[in-house]
């Protein structure tokens, strides 16, 4: 057999299902060694390839080889003897298991017709050793975080001898640093000669740890093998729906004179007396779209989180629609009109062992339609929730799966759509795109605009410095918990306004 084989090669491949294509003449080439990120859209047919390379599926047409030799899987048991191992986008794992167990589960090693616990326990140490991929061994799966969970179903498939490893979406439900630890693990993967395949539509995140990226379009590979340093998101996004890119961006203005939020002079201190937001004053008009920029952690969070009533102003006052609301508590906020889609859906936005309707009701359990006197009423909320599915277009199997079971785009879209139902006045929208993608962002540009031209005040906050310039009509600059700046989003450029952000350079 050739060094040079790649890992893993796919020709032709064609998979059908009744009245859909779901891949169709997919070639795609693995070659060993490298984390290689699989993207395309919601339903691009990425998951149906990789059951396909896992012995899942059968395709109707096409070929796979592996190290240069053509193989035919009827079942993964086929695979994993050829070393392809997959953690699935939602975990096998038994919860009432140790890690160990669950390790091992149906591949025991045996000594005398009885499981050899201690040689499991020293192999497994060995990997985790080799591959960073620390857990403790003894602990019932049922204690452990998401983030350990993966490492546990990365163990197993690497106890099964893998040498190829497909993740499907493997960030979709993990937090940042979660992201950080697991693209950690995969580097040490690839140092140990393992190769990985990765499958993500978080296009930053791909940039960031792949070796070669391929991009799937209904059911067909549009681009593989792209080089990460020479290719941008944006292109990577454009080929994922294979037209330019929507832009954000605000057509004639529908500013008002009315001023829906007035902050003056907020202060906001930390514990040990260090000044985070100081001084601010901003005015937010009904139809007026506010924009925040800065560099994390300069007093934005906190100065959302002031509004919302969620930390306590030392000086200063907020004035909502005329009422001095200062003192006012979150909840009394929300009831009278305010809407939050905050930073961390996972910490704030979401309650990820709640099913979707009754995340529907988070924050919103004392509002009409999911209330009926002092009960919640489930009917209402389960029937506001279809809606929400269906006008936000969340890809969810039904309302009574868990939030933690949708991907993080789909997640964020019901936030966004819980949000701005119930009729608004002023909208805190935090990152309210990050990390979904660009089919799903254009859709919640579009909610915006529309909510926006029907009187909606919204104070944004984004890292997306294009979304900031094209989705504001006044645009102010935070640094060091000061607005330093006010720049004109129609003539400002990215490169300026990042500057502006460092405080370098001078601005207008
Ligand atoms: N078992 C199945 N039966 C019928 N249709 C399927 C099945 N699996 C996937 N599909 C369809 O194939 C298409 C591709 O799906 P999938 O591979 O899951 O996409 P992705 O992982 O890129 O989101 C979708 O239209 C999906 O509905
Ligand atoms: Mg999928």
Redesign the pocket.
Known sequence: MPDQAPAVRLTSIT?R???????SDVNLTIERGEVHALV????????????ILYGM?RPDEGTIEIDGEQVSFKTPADAIERGIGMVH?HFKLADNLTVLENVILGAEPKKRGRIDFAAARTRIKEMSDAYGLHVDPDLLVEMLGVGDRQRVEILKVLYRGARVLIL??PTAVLVPHEVDELFGNLRDLRAEGLTVLF?SHKLDEVLSVADAISV?RR?TTVATRLDPSEVTSRRLAELMVGSELPTPELHESTVTEDVQLDVGGLTVRSPEGRTIVDGVSLRIRRGEIVGLAGVEGNGQSELIETIMGIRQADAGTVVYGGDDITQWSTRRRREAGIAYIPEDRHRHGLILEGTIWENRVLGHQTQRPNVRGPWIDRRGARRDTTRIVQEYDVRTPGIEVLAASLSGGNQQKLIVGREMSGDPKLLIAAHPTRGIDVGAQAAIWDHLRQARANGLAVLLISADLEELIGMSDTLHVILRGRLVAEVDPRTVTPEELGSAMTGAGGTQ
């Open positions: 998979k299902f009744p009245g859909v294509v779901a891949n395309g859209e919601n339903g691009a047919g990425k998951s149906t390839l990789m059951k599926q986008q499907d979406e499958i799937i059911g």
